[in-house]
């Protein structure tokens, strides 16, 4: 549904960077926006709304309304459309809901979604 | 006589319109006892309304907790006695203790606990600390927990009272900030920036102000005010069903049941109380902030959402003045509630009704009086 301008006069000079977007390998134009990323590559949902749980995707685009959050190594609540992409960047749709249940790692920051959230948001 | 509508008489006007004074209203209307608040702002616009709704029992000073200890019961069943929705959920309390100097403290404070026959706070080891929280952070080694406590919704619980109150009877005025009291004959004259008013008794609930009402009322007292801090996350994953507070740091943080967890602990801001205002002091946020993740490692992906502060008075011994004035008749003190009075609500405006109707309270409230700081001079 989405493409890069960029892509239909490539220019092969373009440096790419390589992230992983929902457990998913993808390569991307360097400096560009974790959104353009998402949305380029097919993974438009940046996440869903913690109250209707409908999917949400980037909408003003410039940082204003917020729709855009995703989770960035780990992080939730990072605006996809503010931020650039570096190399190894881990990017996941995020999926806290009011229902969302914590599950302890053993180790390292963070949470887990556990099965039930996983399949509601498949 | 004056501006604003409403009667300019009453048999009992309350200053201040947070919950101490919505609590005191509701109970003398429920005696049929004709009770007018006089508010400077809106009701619930200060403490009562801003506070991180704590209801807790769990650490009380041992001259609160009798007080304490009755209003626990109240909130179990405020909802159907008010007929309205407080937010109280009881959730349990627990202060955690992150090392064996926190054990020795709950210890001695079981000790003087069980000496006084209270037993309402249970020690826990650390394996249960972790099955109640199961996120806490592995060096924790225990910690105390208090099973009737946990929070409701401020502004909720103040207009809950405020409500019922009106319903019995009362009248509320806003906008009135009273400026002189005055006796004459037998009674007090009232005059606010827009009108006067006129009651056979005074009360004093008039929160971070309350010590300029006091001294017109001719009694001074220590009294001083802050602004302590709060902030709220975005939603996160429920890691933590108990309120949670620590021995021996300032932690204090529970999250409620659409994810988002406020975080408070008592650092305090800047206080401006002649302009309502209050300035946050973000380094101490900060530090709140990372005592939250020492103890919970999933806090590190907090998103803080809003942070404010609110004015609150306080006491040299962070007791409350439950107190009849020592220089006027017919006037009594609820206030100085040192960062803890939202718990206390219920039962204080229960004392205040009996201090006007019955003269006098079962409750020892020497420990509260307003004359307490006053030293002997030869
Ligand atoms: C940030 C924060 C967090 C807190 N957390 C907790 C908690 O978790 N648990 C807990 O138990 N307690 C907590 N507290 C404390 C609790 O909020 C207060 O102790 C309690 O609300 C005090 O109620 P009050 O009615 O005495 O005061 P207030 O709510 O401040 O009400 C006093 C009212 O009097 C009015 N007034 C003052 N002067 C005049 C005048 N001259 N004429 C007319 N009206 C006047 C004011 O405008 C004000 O509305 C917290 C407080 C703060 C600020
Ligand atoms: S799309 Fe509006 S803030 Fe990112």
């Not at chain 2, 210890?107 to 600390?129: A, G, N, P, S």
């Not at chain 2, 919704?153 to 009248?171: D, H, M």
Request: aromatic letters at 8%.
């Amino acid at each position: 549904m989405f493409r890069y301008l960029a892509d239909d006069a490539p220019n092969k000079s373009q440096q790419q960077v390589c992230i992983i977007i929902n457990d998913r390998k993808v390569t991307v134009p360097v400096n560009t926006s974790v959104w353009s990323a998402m949305a380029a590559s097919g993974e438009a949902t940046t996440r869903l709304s913690s109250v209707s749980q409908q999917p949400r995707s980037a909408y003003c685009a410039m940082g204003a309304c917020f729709e855009c959050l995703v989770e960035i190594d780990g992080l939730p609540n990072q605006q996809a459309c503010m931020t650039r992409v570096y190399p190894g960047m881990e990017v996941r749709s995020q999926t806290i809901t009011e229902a969302s249940q914590a599950v302890p790692l053993a180790a390292g920051l963070g949470y887990e979604l556990n099965a039930d959230q996983e399949a509601d948001h498949d | 006589m004056n501006a604003q509508a409403g009667k300019s008489k009453a048999s009992v006007i309350i200053i201040g319109g947070g919950i101490q004074g919505c609590s005191t209203a509701y109970q003398l209307a429920k005696r049929g006892i004709d009770v007018l608040v006089l508010e400077k702002d809106r009701v619930a616009r200060h403490a009562s309304g801003v506070n991180a709704g704590g209801v807790r029992l769990l650490g009380r000073d041992i001259a609160e907790v009798p007080l304490s200890n009755v209003s626990m019961q109240r909130w179990q069943t405020l909802d159907d006695e008010l007929d309205a929705d407080t937010g109280f959920r009881r959730r349990s309390l627990i202060n955690i203790a992150a090392d064996e100097a926190d054990i020795q403290t709950l210890q001695k404070r079981q000790d003087v606990m069980h000496q006084q026959c209270y037993f309402h706070e249970t020690m826990i080891d650390q394996q249960e600390l972790r099955e109640r929280l199961p996120h806490v952070a592995d060096y924790c080694v225990g910690g105390v927990v208090s099973e009737t406590d946990g929070y409701a919704i401020p502004y909720k619980s103040t207009f809950a009272f405020r409500q019922a109150a009106a319903r019995l009877g009362a009248n509320f005025v806003e906008g009135q900030q009273v400026q002189q009291l005055r006796r004459v004959g037998n009674s007090w004259l009232v005059e606010t920036v827009a009108g006067r008013y006129e009651a056979e008794y005074l009360v004093n609930c008039a929160g971070a102000w309350a010590d300029q009402v006091a001294v017109m009322m001719g009694d001074n007292c220590p009294m001083t005010y802050s602004a302590p801090m709060l902030m709220i996350t975005t939603r996160m994953p429920h890691f933590a069903t108990p309120v949670v507070g620590a021995v021996s740091r300032p932690l204090s943080f529970k999250q409620f049941e659409n994810g988002t967890v406020l975080i408070g602990g008592g650092a305090k801001g800047f206080a401006d109380r002649a302009n309502n205002k209050t300035r946050l002091d973000y380094a101490k946020l900060a530090a709140g902030a990372s005592n939250a993740v020492d103890f919970f490692p999933i806090m590190r992906t907090a998103t803080v959402n809003r942070m404010w502060a609110g004015l609150e008075a306080y006491m040299p011994d962070n007791l409350p003045v439950i107190s009849a004035s020592v220089n006027s008749p017919n006037a009594f003190h609820a206030f100085g509630f040192s960062a803890h009075g939202f718990q206390l609500g219920p039962v204080v405006g229960e004392v205040m009704a009996d201090l006007i109707t019955r003269t006098h309270s079962d409750f020892d409230l020497s420990a509260f009086r307003v004359d307490r700081f006053e030293r002997k001079v030869l």
